[in-house]
């Protein structure tokens, strides 16, 4: 029968209803195994087909049914010398048998869910559109910042796309901490938090954290995506009727939270106030509301008019929920975000006191959400917000409750961190000089940079496979590790190499990046800025009547206008640890690790 003929079944069919001749000619063609098609190998799962399809084959196969009698018979009749011992060498026997088996195995998976075939196929998706992700080997070294090995540990590479901002994770009172923490403590926090995991060093954290943020309390979770999960998809469910207002861009923890939550998801187009408000003003006031949103979205490093939406969440009866897990450390006299940032001068007259500065924006967001794992350089989320707010997840959201808490030496080195940043803000304002500087040398070279107010630096590549192969190119050349970002991270056609600088960045390694960058984009003949507006731009690369963009921090809060900026590293400078800082940071575990920081504070250099 001719493969396009099945199609007369296809009324009876569900399969060949939905199939085309040229689907079918293509499942014919390509074998699963040696004699099987993929077509046959369909027709044997159905239902109707499969059995008889099976004895078919079955009666048509002498193999299926042949022993060394039959086989030997088969080989008289052909004149052929037949010698049972040898049986095994005969190619016609062997063949036979292995159809044999082929048959019987197919007979056997009739009806079942090919799982493996599943697989396969789903990752095949992920390799067509040029979305299947691969991790490079790369590994930080704390005493030689920001350099790293990859699996060959003599290999060493430059790190220009990690997310420890600061480069707290190798910060020596950091390291310090932990390594004491880790002496008294042990590794391990014992349980969940309801079961021996509910620790001094835990409690001390959360209140640390409250501070910082001027909220009544906080709360720790494993990571910012439980946090954002937990939070979200608890309080989403417990208020009735609840509907959630959330920014088109928004991390997947907050997406996945939502839809924990079985609340009404309202997505609004990113950072346009003119569209949250008309789709505010179409629920009534009195149905509870949140805006769910984040500060500095690390993509594109684009920021959120915080101050905006909160006007609009006071105007129609919402709460707001802020994720700044981009911005904790970076942003603010004290590294509370950019919230906190708003109001610069306000915050910083008063940064000893753990009082909400009252009218402030970050007074007026309602739930803050934040990382241990970026600038602070270890692990871990939280929450902060009002006491009964913060009461409410811990009594009922299952991703704190029924999670083993985080080791007291990761607790320990986060506070320690914190800490320090508190006391000293000259890290995250050299970082900003170097976003800085790198923007000015890219644009200097027409190469695109997705504009934005914040450290992130996008470099736009606009194809999948482009951006992966520039990211290949500038590791195994330049030894630089960028790693590219696509669908579904970014849109498709936005795909983009993520450049984070960090205050360890010397000017050399700026240099190199740049000269590198300039290179590969010659090389690979990638679009720069001018080939983006001639085609009407992209990602707010080359767009028509672009207004500049006003950074977060201004010359003054850097100490650019009264000259007390901090100086980018140069010609084997060492960075800068701060001794008072260093002290602060030690005196706020004193009571459980005691005074003594003993020699592994020293121990490690500050590079």
């Not at 080997?137 to 220009?160: C, G, P, Q, Y």
């Not at 932990?178 to 014992?190: C, E, F, I, P, V």
């Not at 409690?203 to 979770?221: G, I, M, N």
């Not at 606009?462 to 050349?477: F, P």
Request: glycine share 8%.
């Amino acid at each position: 029968m001719q493969v396009t003929s099945l199609l007369r079944y296809s009324g009876v069919c569900p399969f060949l209803g939905h199939s085309t001749a040229t689907s079918l000619r293509s499942m014919a063609s390509t074998n699963v195994s040696s004699n099987v098609s993929s077509l046959t190998a369909k027709a044997m799962t159905c239902p109707m087909m499969g059995p008889k399809l099976a004895s078919i084959s079955q009666a048509r196969t002498y193999a299926s049914v042949a022993g060394n009698k039959e086989v030997e018979e088969i080989h008289k009749q052909k004149n052929v010398q037949f010698n049972s011992a040898e049986a095994a060498k005969c190619p016609h026997a062997q063949a036979a048998r292995e159809a044999a088996a082929n048959v019987k195995e197919t007979a056997r998976t009739a009806g079942r869910f090919d799982y493996q075939q599943f697989y396969d196929a789903e990752l095949q998706k992920k390799h067509k559109d040029k979305s299947y992700r691969y991790f490079n080997n790369i590994n930080r070294l704390a005493a030689k910042f920001t350099i790293a090995h990859t699996s060959n540990v003599k290999d060493e590479v430059n790190v220009w796309c990690a997310n420890d901002y600061l480069g707290m994770s190798k910060n020596p009172v950091v390291l310090g901490t932990m390594k004491r923490t880790l002496d008294r403590y042990g590794a391990g926090a014992g349980g969940t938090r309801n079961i021996a995991g509910n620790g001094a060093l835990h409690l001390s954290l959360e209140d640390e954290l409250a501070s910082l943020h001027r909220k009544q309390a906080a709360l720790v979770f494993s990571s910012c995506y439980v946090a954002n999960d937990a939070c979200l998809a608890t309080i989403g469910a417990k208020l009735p009727g609840c509907v959630i207002f959330s920014d088109s861009m928004n991390h997947a923890s907050m997406i996945q939270g939502i839809r924990h939550s079985g609340a009404k998801k309202v997505i609004f187009k990113h950072n346009d106030m003119a569209d949250l408000e008309a789709k505010l003003q179409a629920v009534p006031k009195e149905t509870p509301k949140i805006i769910a949103f984040e500060s500095v979205y690390s993509m594109c490093g684009s920021v959120a008019p915080i101050e905006a939406i909160c006007d609009l969440a006071d105007k129609y009866g919402a709460i707001t929920f802020l994720d700044e897990v981009h911005a904790v450390g970076m942003y603010g006299p004290n590294g509370a975000g950019v919230a906190e940032h708003l109001d610069y001068d306000a915050h910083l007259a008063t940064r000893l006191s753990s009082d909400p500065v009252k009218g402030s924006v970050m007074d007026r967001i309602d739930i803050i959400t934040g990382t241990l794992g970026k600038a602070y350089g270890v692990v871990g989320g939280y929450i902060a917000g009002s006491a009964d707010l913060v009461d409410v997840v811990r009594s009922y959201a299952p991703g704190f409750i029924f999670t083993t808490s985080l080791p007291p030496a990761v607790v320990a080195g986060a506070q320690a961190s914190i800490a320090y940043q508190r006391e000293y803000k000259g890290d995250r304002r050299l970082q900003q000089l170097n976003t800085r500087e790198v923007k000015r040398q890219l644009n200097g070279l027409d190469i695109p940079v997705v504009p934005n107010p914040s450290h992130i630096i996008p470099v736009l590549v606009g194809d999948a496979a482009l951006a992966k192969e520039a990211s290949d190119m500038l590791l195994s050349n330049h030894k630089i590790y960028v790693q590219s970002i696509n669908y579904p991270t970014v849109a498709v056609g936005e795909e983009r190499l993520r450049i984070t600088p960090t205050p360890g960045h010397s000017t050399e390694q700026i240099t190199h990046l740049v000269e590198s960058l300039d290179n590969v984009f010659n090389k690979l003949e990638l679009k720069r800025i001018s080939d983006w507006k001639a085609i009407g731009g992209r990602a707010g690369v080359g767009a028509p009547n672009t207004v500049p963009v006003e950074n977060v921090w201004s010359d003054r809060q850097l100490g650019l206008d009264d000259g007390s900026a901090p100086t980018r590293l140069a010609n084997g400078a060492k960075g800068v640890v701060r001794d008072e800082a260093v002290e602060v940071a030690q005196k706020r575990l004193t009571h459980l690790l005691g005074a003594d920081a003993g020699p592994a504070l020293a121990s490690i250099p500050y590079v």
